[in-house]
């Protein structure tokens, strides 16, 4: 079983930064895509950044210019940098692996607070 662990979620003020990590259980080289979605309540899980297993990258209109996806193969680790966070980007954020059978993991989540 896949296990995902975020962590570096917290409280910021509009136009900080925060920089999520989330370590994998396994070889991210097993996983063809990964990717950090987020949850606000009341709302549908979004997609906010993803990175494929060759190195593409992908976001939301709302993440671009704004947050960073990246990977560190010798740690099983993607990050997630947000910089000029706004109150709107206020979630839970998920890290999310897809492996090659199609099989979906999620991690536990990380809350992200922008207030002033």
């Known amino acids: 079983q896949v296990q995902l662990v975020e962590s570096g979620g917290g409280s910021v003020q509009p136009g900080g930064s925060l920089r999520l990590s989330c370590a994998a259980s396994r070889s991210i080289f097993s996983f063809n895509r990964l990717g950090w979605y987020r949850q606000a309540p009341g709302t549908q899980r979004e997609m906010v950044a993803g990175?494929?297993?060759?190195?593409?990258?992908n976001y939301a209109d709302s993440a671009k210019g704004r947050f960073t996806i990246s990977r560190d193969n010798a740690k099983n680790t993607v990050y997630l940098q947000m910089n000029s966070l706004k109150p709107e980007d206020t979630a839970v954020y998920y890290c999310?692996?897809?492996?090659?059978?199609?099989?979906?993991?999620w991690g536990q989540g990380t809350q992200v607070t922008v207030s002033s």
């Open positions: 999310n692996a897809v492996d090659f059978t199609n099989s979906n993991y």
């Open positions: 990175v494929t297993y060759g190195g593409s990258t």
